[in-house]
């Protein structure tokens, strides 16, 4: 296997091959939506979009998403904030081969969740997970920190996951900045329904 270039990662199968911090394990390998995770563990959560528009995809995305070299792709970058503090960068590509009847709900987002129009859509396929670890030279590591605004961490762990809906490929990847280990599961009030007689 070549050796991976400062500006690539390489993408394992299994979350064990990361040697991450065991508190970030739960983050890494959880199923179902990451933006419904980040809501229980939140009073406020917001999707901050830093940009979506026509991009180049980066040379270790671009086997994944069924291109022969790196292509242009629809790019979406994001911010999650948990009570206004970044916890993940997210970065979405989708080549430019994809019709809005493949993701009609894609191109009209906004500050809407992706994991909003992802699940829940019965024609929507989630393939495997894949995890890596990014250092200072890949492309992800400088954005997420550029957005951060903050001295650069020495190792991000990242994750990603490719969507499949109609003839449309869709590759969600979710780096995991520091403050998501600060996050505590909130116990949201049980509202509880009484009658009138009770009132
Ligand atoms: C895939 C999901 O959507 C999240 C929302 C994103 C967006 O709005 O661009 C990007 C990354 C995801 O963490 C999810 O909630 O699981």
Known sequence: MRAPTLRQAHWYGHVNALNAPPALRHWLTGGGSL????????????VQCLHQRPGRCLTDETAAIGLHRPGRVWEREVLLRCDNRPVVFGHTVVPMSATATDWPLFSALGERSLGSTLFGDPLVRRGALQYARLRAGHPLMQRASAA????????????????R??????????VFLPAVLELV????????????NEQ
């Open 35 to 46: 933006t419904a995770k980040l809501k229980d563990h939140s009073q406020a959560f917001r």
């Open 148 to 163: 951060l605004e903050l001295d650069r961490p020495q190792i991000l762990y990242a994750r990603r996951c490719l969507y």
């Open 165 to 174: 809906r109609r003839q449309g490929m869709l590759l969600v990847t979710e």
């Open 185 to 196: 599961l909130q116990t949201k009030p049980i509202t509880t329904i009484t009658n009138r």
